[in-house]
């Protein structure tokens, strides 16, 4: 019988991104593309262009007139962003499938969304450049539970429920169960996409910023931004309990828990204007 990480990592092994993603990545990773090569890999496939418009013309964005093509998206938008909002698309759409008695994906993108921004919103402050990759950063880094909720539902619906009663950090109880993490499992994921190393670091470490090295200060703001969602989401006061932020984040990022609560005030005002366009790709056939 295979193990619980065995079960887990197969299933991970069965996710892929789509070709046009893939390709659209190498393009972006290479220093001499084209914004037409950008607007072609995207083209490639109807559905990604279509989810990705959709994302360009939403309220968050605010941009004048519609968008109607993927060159222009990139025009105004820049290709890191066009392929970061890609990405996020790919992602919703792989996980399409999760069982909605085992988690209520509406809720889930409503927290990761609210990451997403969160950690954005923190890289500003701190003057990070493209803080806006800090955005993808913070909404992808719960994405281990995605699988785990998908290859062990019945066991991660238990360590979930058991980490909020408790009011416990969810990692700490996720090992002491199942003998693995949501964070570890993400990490996973991203590597075998082959994802760039923030995006990998940020999702293995943010519960445990200390454990970062290379991108600490990224890693920093996501432990800050998971943790203002998990506050919001869960109606549970930030700064307490399982959801004190490590002093060494605070200090990485150089906020205080007044400023990060007005951060959090400002992003809750701005995370249904994205939710609205992506949580229904989580329903996406």
């Given at each position: ?61 605010g941009l004048a007139g519609r968008i109607e093509t993927v060159i ?214």
């Amino acid at each position: 019988m295979p193990t619980l990480w065995e079960k887990v990592t197969s299933e991970a092994k069965l996710i892929s991104l789509p070709e046009a993603y893939l390709r659209l990545k190498s393009v972006v990773e290479r220093p001499d593309y084209e914004i037409t090569e950008i607007a072609d890999a995207v083209s490639t496939d109807p559905a990604l262009t279509t989810r990705v418009l959709k994302l360009v013309n939403s309220p968050y964005f605010g941009l004048a007139g519609r968008i109607e093509t993927v060159i222009r998206a990139v025009s105004m938008l820049g290709a890191q962003q066009i392929h970061d909002l890609a990405l996020t698309t790919c992602v919703a759409h792989a996980f399409s499938g999760i069982d909605p008695a085992h988690l209520d994906m509406r809720s889930f993108w409503r927290s990761s969304v609210f990451s997403g921004l969160a950690a954005q919103q923190l890289a500003k402050r701190r003057g990070v450049l493209d803080s806006e990759r800090l955005f993808v950063a913070g909404l992808l880094s719960d994405i281990g539970h995605l699988i785990l909720y998908q290859s062990v539902p019945q066991e991660i619906i238990r360590a979930v429920n058991l980490a909020r009663e408790q009011q416990l950090p969810p990692v700490e109880v996720e090992r002491e169960l199942l003998g693995l993490d949501y964070a570890r499992v993400g990490a996973v994921l991203m590597r075998q996409w082959q994802l760039p190393d923030s995006l990998i670091e940020t999702t293995e470490f943010h519960p445990e910023p200390l454990r970062s090295r290379k991108f600490s200060l990224e890693t920093s703001i996501v432990h800050i931004a998971v943790l203002l969602s998990r506050s919001w989401n869960e109606d549970q006061p930030f700064d307490q309990g399982a959801l004190q932020p490590h002093p060494s984040a605070l200090d990485s990022a150089n906020v205080s828990s007044d400023i990060c609560l007005e951060i959090s005030e400002t992003v809750e005002s701005e995370v249904d204007k994205l939710l609205e366009t992506l949580a229904p790709l989580s329903k996406a056939s």
